[in-house]
Structure formats: structure tokens, C-alpha cells
Nanobody, 123 residues
Framework: QAQLVESGGGFVQPGGSLKLSCKAS???????????LRWFRQAPGNEREFVAR???????DYRDSVKGRFSNSSDNAEATVWLEMTNLNPEDTAVYYC??????????????WGLGTQVTVSL
């Protein structure tokens, strides 16, 4: 059973920082390097939106609103991906989800999701 578990969420004041982690276990852990790793978030009343991505070559991409504030990294040996968030503002409040995806040409894609971790930015 493949599993992704997010952690590190919580309460922070505007301008503060949090570091989220997503650790893989089970069948995905030993093939972690073969997956694109993405972060999404969903705020109350909003649709899920893309936040950040790190690919198999450790090349990162971010949505425009978090560029310069968020940093994505991963460690294959630890089977973990991190999202470092700085200069947080209330608009960053959401449940953050990690996703591991492997697109296959000749078979069904692998696509795993964690259950999310809550980030609340407020005074």
C-alpha cells in the first residue's frame, strides 16, 4: 500500500514561515525518485489550485503568487518532499496536499495523494 503523509501545518501569523513535509511509505518509497512531486492547496470556498512542483531532475516550478516565497525540495533517500513557505499571508490559508505522479505511455498513470495538512495564517 503506497501512502503519502503530509505534516508541518499549523497556525502562523502573517509574515511568518512554515515548512511542510510529505513523506512516502509503502510501495512508493523505494521508487520515489521516479515521480513528479506536486503540492496543491484548497481554501474554503475555493477550488483546488496548483502550488509547486519538483520533478525527477529536481527542477522546480511554482504558481506566480508564491514565487520567491515558497521553495520546494526533495530527498530520494528519505522519500520526502518539503515545501518551505515564508512571508505567509492570509491568502495562503488552505489545506495543503502533496501528490506523486508518474505518467506512463503504455500503462495507467500512477497518481497518489496525501490527506492534507492545514495551514492557517492569521492574527
Amino acid at each position: 500500500q503506497a501512502q503519502l503523509v503530509e505534516s508541518g501545518g499549523g497556525f502562523v501569523q502573517p509574515g511568518g514561515s512554515l515548512k511542510l513535509s510529505c513523506k512516502a511509505s509503502g510501495s512508493i518509497a523505494n521508487i520515489f525518485a521516479g515521480y513528479d512531486l506536486r503540492w496543491f492547496r484548497q481554501a474554503p470556498g475555493n477550488e483546488r489550485e496548483f502550488v509547486a512542483r519538483i520533478d525527477m531532475a529536481h527542477i522546480t516550478d511554482y504558481r506566480d503568487s508564491v514565487k520567491g516565497r515558497f521553495s520546494n525540495s526533495s530527498d530520494n533517500a528519505e522519500a520526502t518532499v518539503w515545501l518551505e513557505m515564508t512571508n505567509l499571508n492570509p491568502e495562503d490559508t488552505a489545506v495543503y496536499y502533496c501528490n506523486a505522479r508518474k505518467v506512463r505511455v503504455f500503462a495507467k498513470d500512477d497518481n497518489f495523494w496525501g490527506l492534507g495538512t492545514q495551514v492557517t495564517v492569521s492574527l
